[in-house]
Structure formats: structure tokens, C-alpha cells
């Protein structure tokens, strides 16, 4: 086995936590590991951190009961529970017994809150915190995302690492943590590395440390899959499921696999390119979405600039209506999610 896991076939954090990246990304199917083990490295390891969720409302629900305590886990090693600091921030503390059964706060090990809330803080000092781990930061099908989302996250990272860098520190590590419910993510386009999540997947890698300093990993436990395939959940549902192809065997299931296919384009006509990555060639009764570059220079060519984007989603409104009526074919899931970035689709 690797030493990307343990014997048991987990996740094996030691190793993971020694790249040399400042953003440590984890695809995977569920229960591998993924938020276990990265709070158990910032426990273990005594490191300050800020826990992150993506509403205000997900924050409440784990900070509403000691029994929905993402570090309940850890008892008895660890006593760590969430105390309510004001309605949008909880402090990370080990709890001691007081009066009548209560905790009471001791030593602070970190913060929780949510990306709308840190995003939008000014004159906060994260020199204290070495480390963020933002646990189901891409949400279930049918959760609603904004495109924003993107813009709050690097925000969010830049206020915490504040100018520790400017002063010979190391960056803010990041751990962004999700099952692999969608690739369109408005984070991962704002970190540039969609293609890249595409790329390990038709090469059947499960790490990559990009040149930027990204560790991108998408594990595939065959230990864990086989322990877990014997559940009376994975026994029950069907294989060919999305949720199955999601939770087993780390696929992204939910995305509109249908619209994605491989035609040739030798008699479709160019119609507009963007960023020149995407290219929209015109087919009987769509359009196709794709890589491959078109000669003509007459055809109107865009540039990913707020106001090229803007331009584009107006000189070419009607996308939207084809796109929902299934009237667009694209080359793979790339070129979708970032069709889905430029015309403002959720």
C-alpha cells in the first residue's frame, strides 16, 4: 500500500499534512477520512486553526448540539467542543466539566464560523490561526451555490493570512474538504484548477501537487470500498446510481454527464470563443462547447474580463434558454462548468 494510507486503508494525514503545498485539496467519496482526519491533525499537532462552513446556517446546526460536534469524534483523547462566541462565531475549545453538567470553555485551539461571515470582515487579525480546513465546501446536489462564492473564498483566505507572508512567515495552509457531488465549483474556477481535477481522472491519478503549490487528491481506498460495499445502505441501493457512483466509487455523478460527447466538428460553424480556452461551434439545432480552436477571424473572440463576460452573455442571451433545453453539447466537464460561470448559471 502507498503512503497515502494507513494499514486500515484511511487516509494517512501524516503524510498528506508534509507537502509542500498551502492548499490541500481532498475529493472523495464519503467516508474516507477526510474531515476525521484533518481535525485530527490539528488536534494532534496543537495547531490553531479556523474551521469553516459555507452558510451561517451549517454553522448553527454542528454548534447546536454536543452531539453534532464535529470533534466529538475524538473523545476521549480529546474533550473539544463549539462555544458560541456571538450568532456567527463559535470558539474551538477543550471543554471542562462546570456546574449542573455544563462544559465550560478551556484552552482555545481555533474559531468556526462561515465563508459569508469572514469574507466580509475587516481589520481582523488571523496572525494567531496556521491552518483552515473549509469541511463541504462544493454542497450537495440541489443546494443552492452562487457564483460569488469564488470571490468569498480568496477573500476569506487573504484577510486570514493577513501579511504573515510579507513578513518571512509561511502562507495560511488551507484544507477544502468534499464529497465529489459536482466539479462546477465556484472555488475551484477561482483557484484555476478545474482542468486539473480532469486531467487526474482521465490519467487515474489520486494526487497532484500543481506548480502553484496546490496538492489536489482524490482518493480511491479499495480497503476502505470494499469494507463499506458490504453496508446494508451500499448493499441495497443500486450500482449504477448517481448517489452509489458518488459515495463508492468517487465519480462525479451529478454532473450532466448526458449533454457531455465527442462529435467532430468538420462541418460546424465557428461562433464566438472565449478566454481562448472555450470555443462554440454551431451544430443543427445547438450549439457544441469544446477545446478545439476555429481559423476564422471574423468570429467574436472574448476575453475573460468582467466586461468581455458581460458582453458575451449579452450578444449571445439566448445560450441560457438552449442550455436548459438541452440544446448544447460540450467536450467534457470543464467546458461545462465554465459555460455555467459565464452565463451566471447555478
Known amino acids: 500500500m502507498s503512503d497515502l494510507y494507513l494499514p486500515e486503508g484511511w487516509l494517512n494525514f501524516e503524510y498528506i ?30 495547531l490553531q486553526h479556523v474551521l469553516l462552513r459555507r452558510t451561517t446556517a451549517e454553522l448553527d446546526l454542528i454548534a447546536a448540539s454536543p452531539d453534532l460536534n464535529p470533534y466529538k469524534a475524538f473523545e476521549p483523547e480529546y474533550h473539544v467542543g463549539l462555544f458560541k462566541q456571538s450568532k456567527k ?58 457564483k460569488t462564492e469564488g470571490d468569498s473564498f480568496l477573500n476569506a483566505y487573504t484577510t486570514i493570512n493577513g501579511n504573515r507572508e510579507l513578513e518571512g512567515l509561511p502562507p495560511l495552509r488551507a484544507w477544502l474538504l468534499a464529497n465529489t457531488n459536482r466539479i462546477d465549483s465556484p472555488i475551484l474556477e477561482a483557484l484555476g484548477i478545474t482542468d486539473d481535477i480532469l486531467y487526474m481522472r482521465r490519467k487515474g491519478k489520486e494526487e497532484l501537487l500543481t506548480d502553484q ?103 449571445f442571451a439566448w445560450m441560457k434558454p438552449y442550455y436548459y433545453a438541452g440544446c448544447i453539447l460540450f467536450s467534457d466537464l470543464g467546458m461545462i462548468s465554465m459555460f455555467k460561470q459565464i452565463f451566471d448559471i447555478t
Open 17 to 46: 499534512s508534509q507537502k509542500k503545498a498551502f492548499i490541500i485539496i481532498i475529493l472523495g467519496k464519503r467516508q474516507v477520512g477526510k474531515t476525521y482526519g484533518a481535525l485530527q491533525c490539528m488536534l494532534r499537532h496543537q
Open 213 to 315: 503549490g496546490i496538492y489536489i487528491l482524490q482518493p480511491f481506498s479499495q480497503t476502505v470500498t470494499e469494507l463499506r460495499s458490504g453496508t446494508a445502505m451500499m448493499k441495497a441501493i443500486s450500482r449504477k446510481s448517481d448517489f452509489y457512483k458518488m459515495a463508492m466509487e468517487n465519480e462525479f455523478a451529478y454532473d450532466e454527464s448526458p449533454y457531455v460527447k465527442n462529435i467532430s466538428i468538420k462541418h460546424l460553424q465557428p461562433a464566438f470563443s472565449y478566454d481562448d480556452k472555450l470555443f462554440c461551434w454551431e451544430r443543427p439545432g445547438g450549439y457544441y462547447i469544446c477545446r478545439a480552436k476555429f481559423r476564422s477571424a471574423n468570429v467574436p473572440r472574448y476575453t475573460a474580463s468582467r466586461t468581455d463576460r458581460e458582453r458575451l452573455s449579452m450578444d
Open 89 to 146: 462565531l463559535c470558539r474551538i475549545c477543550d471543554w471542562l466539566p462546570g456546574d449542573e453538567g455544563r462544559s465550560i470553555p478551556g484552552d482555545q485551539r481555533g474559531i468556526a464560523t462561515s465563508l459569508a461571515e469572514i469574507a466580509h470582515m475587516r481589520g481582523f487579525s488571523g496572525r494567531a490561526f496556521s491552518d483552515l480546513v473549509f469541511d463541504e465546501f462544493i454542497p450537495e446536489k440541489g443546494v443552492i451555490t452562487r
